[in-house]
């Protein structure tokens, strides 16, 4: 695919990604064997996908998953990048009960934390028995609300504005195959 001039350069290409989700396949899928053991089949844990952006980061993983999961899709909305707690909608909710239930919550990014946090909140207060958080990128650059990871995919301390495997700006971009950094420029 012809790289769009908006990119000013890319992170993580293709391979590395995929060998970065497969590890944490691997990792996930041997601490649920370890912790559930027989039961992961009564009560196999529920992927939990954070629409839109990781729709294609889940998709990957749980492939890398060779055990028993079932997946689910939530969407919250935030308005405007900085905006402040409290300014969260959740736009689509799960379509089963996660009562008893052990969630892996997938995130493509997380940036100031606000979406993770209120997350956690609201899962937990509906009775799920265990609550795991996997990122593929951990931004900290603007964490605002402390999030405690389980897995994480990529770390980056720099504040770029990141697209694709999932990643958008304005709806573009979440079909490369590559994270990139936008040119600021490109960032209105
Ligand atoms: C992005 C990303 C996370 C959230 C992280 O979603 O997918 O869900 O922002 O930001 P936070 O840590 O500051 O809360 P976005 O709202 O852009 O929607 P999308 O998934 O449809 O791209």
Redesign the pocket.
């Known amino acids: 695919m012809k790289q769009a001039p908006e990119i000013l350069k890319v992170l993580w290409d293709e391979a590395a990604i995929q060998v970065r989700v497969r590890e944490l396949g691997a990792q996930i899928t041997r601490d649920y064997e370890r912790n559930l053991s027989e039961t992961l089949t009564r009560n196999p844990p529920i992927a939990v996908g954070?629409?839109?952006?990781?729709?294609i980061f889940l998709s990957d993983l749980i492939r890398a998953m060779p055990i028993p999961v079932e997946c689910d899709f939530m969407?919250?909305?935030?308005y405007g990048?900085d905006s402040k707690p409290g300014t969260?909608q959740l736009v689509r909710d799960l379509q089963n009960s996660v009562c008893e239930r052990h969630l892996l919550i997938v995130?493509?990014?997380?940036?100031?934390?606000?979406?993770?946090?209120?997350l956690a909140q609201k899962l937990t207060a509906r009775g799920a028995a265990s609550i795991r958080f996997c990122a593929l990128i951990d931004?900290t650059a603007?964490?605002?609300?402390p999030?405690e990871l389980d897995y994480v995919g990529f770390r980056l301390q720099e504040d770029a504005f990141l697209v694709g495997y999932?990643?958008?700006y304005a709806?573009k971009y979440?079909n490369l195959p590559y994270i990139a950094a936008l040119k600021p420029e490109a960032v209105i």
């Open positions: 954070l629409l839109r952006g990781a729709v969407q919250i909305a935030s990048k969260l995130e493509d990014i997380v940036d100031t934390g606000q979406t993770l946090g209120h931004k603007r964490r605002r609300t999030v999932g990643l958008d709806e979440r």
